[in-house]
């Protein structure tokens, strides 16, 4: 190997402009970074300009750490998380760097000192969307909370060119726009051209016997695609651990064009470069659904196979053997997005590698783990075999390989139970035939886990039943978390000086700590300042709410916020039954004293999900009459907020007093923005479902608004014959809200427009919104009469944050850690470069 020549780095040049964290040396690589990358002078420059210039001074204070951490890993051969997920929702990147390099405030003064204001900077970021939600702002978090915890990882998956479209609002109606957040370039990422893989799709296989004699199988590709890696550093909390996102870019092979060029397609030979490119193009807009679209297979083996072959190459550069593979990674699968990994690395060990089959499985089965994050049964992927065998000819050969030994153990444990062994198969062979990419996961992987306690028990007990009962090592329960230097020290800045000032700062990598402040609950300055905080973040919201929405929202009133994904389950609409209800009361009794409240929803609707778009519209439809109808006065306003994401998220939490959390119960794998709730000192209103039952059973049951069905009442409900209209008729409050909808009066007079949700309500109900609306609008009185007793609130929305220790991400990684991957965690020293030249 050729060893590198020695750097003559002027290192103390170096050092100062590039890591030097004076405000002076700040100032002045600033200014230096703004001439010198985007070639601006002051009075030319934009908001936007400036931003640039401070997220490249940002940056140049990572690399020290991250070409650290590289250098240590590879010296050590550290085992490392190899976390792969089609979806990173990312958020922001410039705020918490600052937050973690330590240098929030100094920048801010530094900024400040050049003339400018360091929240316009911050705002100019467009965020990565790369995810739909809570399974990709999960990743997220744990990318975090793997760094901080000095866990060496590395994050694997797709460089949307666009990322989660942006949504608009027209006429009440969602409408998407594409988000194009490439478009004035990316100041946190870094390609790597020299790493970049091929990946083959389509085409056939042969056998053929290789010099040895041994039967082999070639892939012979239709076509190439080339990955291209963007690396974008994760840096722990004040410490020096940097790790690394890899994400991948399809582009077309160098030599794309050579046959069609020389024949004079030249057309043909563009299509085919763009067709390559498709590939890492745009994110599918799906929450907890499977659309099973070819392109969608197509992104998944390509970022699955291009990460396994870097994993190789690491392993190989350090000079390991292949069969070392699974020591040295440990390849924790998101969902099934990843899961067609189980049949790439088997084709990549067998048929590049030339390792023998059992020898093959063995290392593959000790490599991965699964996370599965629904139950939904639309959101399971299951692949037509016809269209697997078209574009993976070789994955499917090796799938029914698998599946032969495996039904083979499933026999010798259970024999003679053909029904089992066709609910096992990782063929569905019902009808048309499947690949079952749950099943595959399952068989590949050593660890099997679910994300919240009652989620990991219906796996258990449902949807994953024969697998647990085949294997109930494998199982276990990893309640999800969220990372509090994002959604407490970076969204909340009073909240957090007032904690640092009462119970020092050490909560923030140990949120157990919060606990230190149940005695501060006696003290009524304190309960005052907790107060004053939590209004003056509401009055922020307030301040975007009218410049967004141009309505006036009273920060004394309730703020009661919905903001997720739209989806039936979750039961947005279930908000909205009871926001006509207290309406309907009003219209009744003009004088009635009740608690003034602004109820607040956010969520994009995948843009193929009609029922999810009549959500949206319905909300802007009653916002419509409710805000303007004089006899409500400012009593009830209600607010659509368009385009939540990472950086809305970031406004919203700090300022809620009540989170709804009100899914049916079974329904909503764990849930995260409870969490974020809750830690920023909102009550949560909920059913017990998902991760709502641990943070009730944390923050105790009278500092939580419970209501609805359980799990197991839900079921057996729906056993029985459930028959919504028999709740209609019978509770005459609900049948006024549904009379009022279908008469009208809240879509202008027109009866049809809400007929297709009023119907399914009254004809299905399958998220059961009628069964749960009595004890739902029962809860939502308690919380009206708790709002009203204000140090009676305060104090349960200080119990509320003092208990939510459980819900770091930093808890669920050390027990990923601990349970699952094994990974001990490795100190970083800031290198030299003397030593890096080595
Ligand atoms: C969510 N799942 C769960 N899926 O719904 C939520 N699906 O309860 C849980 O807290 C969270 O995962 C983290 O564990 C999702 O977000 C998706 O976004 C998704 C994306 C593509 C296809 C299917």
Wanted: proline share 4%; net charge negative.
């Amino acid at each position: 190997m050729q060893t590198a020549p020695k750097l003559q780095i002027e290192t103390a040049r170096v050092e100062d402009d590039r890591t030097g964290l004076s405000i002076e040396t700040l100032k002045r690589a600033f200014l230096d970074n703004l001439f010198y990358i985007q070639g601006k002078f002051p009075r030319l420059a934009t908001q936007h300009d400036y931003y640039m210039a401070l997220a490249y001074t940002v940056r140049d204070r990572l690399l020290q750490r991250w070409i650290s951490t590289a250098a240590t890993y590879t010296e050590q051969s550290s085992r490392t998380v190899a976390y792969l997920s089609a979806e990173f929702l990312m958020g922001p990147q410039l705020g918490n760097n600052l937050i973690n390099l330590g240098i929030y405030d100094r920048v801010q003064q530094a900024i400040e000192e050049l003339g400018l204001n360091l929240d316009t900077l911050l705002d100019q970021e467009e965020e990565p969307g790369l995810g739909n939600g809570g399974l990709g702002r999960l990743a997220a978090c744990y990318l975090d909370s793997m760094a901080t915890l000095e866990i060496p990882s590395l994050g694997y998956g797709i460089r949307y060119e666009f990322g989660i479209f942006k949504q608009g609002l027209q006429n009440g109606w969602q409408v998407e726009f594409t988000d194009k957040w490439l478009r004035l370039g990316n100041p946190w990422e870094i390609p790597r051209p020299d790493w970049a893989v091929q990946v083959k799709l389509g085409g056939y296989t042969e056998a053929y016997l290789d010099a040895n004699g041994h039967y082999r199988v070639r892939w012979i590709p239709r076509q190439v695609v080339k990955g291209v890696p963007y690396d974008t550093p994760i840096l722990g909390y004040q410490i020096n651990t940097c790790n690394t996102l890899r994400l991948w870019s399809a582009q077309a092979p160098e030599s794309f064009d050579f046959e069609a060029f020389n024949s004079g397609d030249y057309l043909g030979a563009v299509q085919e470069k763009i067709s390559s490119e498709n590939l890492s193009k745009v994110l599918y807009p799906n929450d907890n659904v499977s659309q099973g679209k070819q392109l969608r297979l197509a992104q998944q083996i390509f970022f699955v196979s291009c990460s396994l072959q870097d994993m190789i190459r690491i392993l190989l550069r350090q000079k390991l053997p292949l069969s070392e593979f699974s020591q040295k990674f440990t390849v924790q699968l998101n969902d099934t997005h990843p899961a067609i990994a189980v049949a790439e690395l088997m084709r990549l060990l067998v048929d590049e590698h030339g390792i023998a089959w059992d020898q093959a499985w063995d290392i593959t089965r000790n490599s991965f783990a699964y996370t599965n994050h629904t139950l939904m049964p639309e959101a399971l992927e299951r692949w037509p075999v016809e269209m697997f065998g078209q574009m993976l000819p070789r994955h499917l050969e090796i799938v029914y390989e698998i599946n032969h030994h495996f039904l083979d153990e499933v026999r010798a444990k259970f024999p003679d139970d053909g029904d089992r062994i066709r609910r096992m198969s990782l063929i569905d062979e019902s009808g048309e035939r499947f690949v079952r990419m749950a099943n595959l996961a399952c068989v590949g992987s050593y660890a099997i886990n679910g994300v919240a306690a009652l989620h990991t028990e219906l796996l258990q007990k449902d949807v994953l039943h024969d697998f647990y009962q085949l294997y109930p090592e494998k199982f276990n329960n990893k309640t999800n978390g969220v990372t509090p230097r994002r959604f407490m020290v970076l969204s909340n800045p009073r909240l957090t000086h007032l904690l640092n000032d009462t119970i020092g700062d050490s909560w923030v990598q140990h949120l157990d700590h919060l606990q230190k402040l149940e005695t501060s609950v006696e003290d009524a300055s304190f309960r005052q300042r907790w107060w004053e905080i939590k209004q003056a973040n509401k009055h922020d919201l307030a301040t975007y709410i009218q410049a967004h929405n141009g309505i006036t929202v009273d920060p004394e009133s309730l703020f009661d916020i919905q903001v997720k994904r739209i989806h039936e389950y979750k039961r947005q609409h279930l908000m909205v039954l009871h926001i006509i209800t207290l309406y309907n009361r009003l219209k009744a009794n003009p004088n009635l004293d009740i608690t003034p409240r602004t109820f607040l929803f956010g969520g994009k609707a995948a843009p193929g999900y009609m029922m999810a778009k009549l959500i949206i519209k319905l909300i802007t439809s009653v916002a419509d009459v409710v805000n303007n109808d004089p006899a409500v006065g400012d009593r009830l306003k209600v607010v659509f907020l368009k385009n939540f994401n990472v950086k809305l998220a970031q406004h919203i939490y700090p300022a809620a007093d009540l989170s709804e959390q009100v899914s049916m119960a079974g329904k909503e794998a764990s849930g995260t923005g409870n969490m974020k709730f809750a830690m920023n000192g909102a009550l949560t209103i909920g059913t017990l479902d998902g991760a709502n039952i641990e943070i009730r059973e944390e923050v105790g049951p009278e500092n939580f608004f419970l209501f609805g069905l359980t799990a197991a009442e839900v079921k057996a409900l729906k056993a029985s014959s459930y028959n919504p209209w028999n709740y209609y008729q019978s509770n005459p409050e609900l049948k006024e809200v549904i009379d009022r909808l279908k008469a009208g009066d809240f879509s202008g007079g027109n009866p049809d427009l809400f007929r297709p949700l009023i119907d399914s309500l009254l004809s299905w109900d399958n998220y059961l919104l009628f069964a749960d609306y009595q004890s739902y609008i029962e809860a939502q009185e308690k919380v009206s009469q708790a709002y009203r007793d204000r140090d009676r609130w305060v104090r349960m929305s200080i119990l509320n944050t003092a208990r939510m220790g459980k819900f770091s991400s930093d808890r669920s990684i050390a027990e990923y850690a601990a349970d699952i991957w094994q990974t001990p965690s490795v100190k970083i020293e800031l290198t030299d470069n003397a030593r890096l030249s080595r």
